[in-house]
């Protein structure tokens, strides 16, 4: 199932704890390019088919990487990409 534009980086603004969908999408792009920079074959090409298609177009047309991205470097990404923002105050603290 495809995902569409605008559900799409509402979840980035609401997870990524962003301010405006400028952000979001600007957060967006630059993790799907690194991302596609070290995903190679089917799993790069079934996250494409489930993001909107000018996202899809970042992840399978990304920077080269100088090496595939291990297992436990992706995971590194994912909680480096899960901490607070420096300087930025979740709601309602």
């Known amino acids: 199932m495809v995902m569409r534009w605008e559900a799409f980086l509402h979840q980035v603004k609401e997870r990524g704890d ?3 969908t400028r952000e979001a999408e600007r957060a ?3 993790v799907l390019a690194l991302l596609g920079a070290h995903l190679v074959g089917e799993v790069r ?3 494409a088919a489930r993001l909107p298609e000018s996202l ?10 100088r090496e595939p991205l291990s297992p436990s ?3 590194g990404l994912l ?3 899960s901490r607070e923002p420096p300087n930025r105050p979740r709601p309602g603290t």
């Open 18 to 20: 962003y301010e405006t």
């Open 28 to 30: 967006a792009r630059t």
């Open 45 to 47: 090409a079934e996250l």
């Open 56 to 65: 899809a177009l970042v992840l399978l047309n990304p920077l080269q990487a």
């Open 73 to 75: 470097g992706s995971s």
């Open 79 to 81: 909680r480096h990409g």
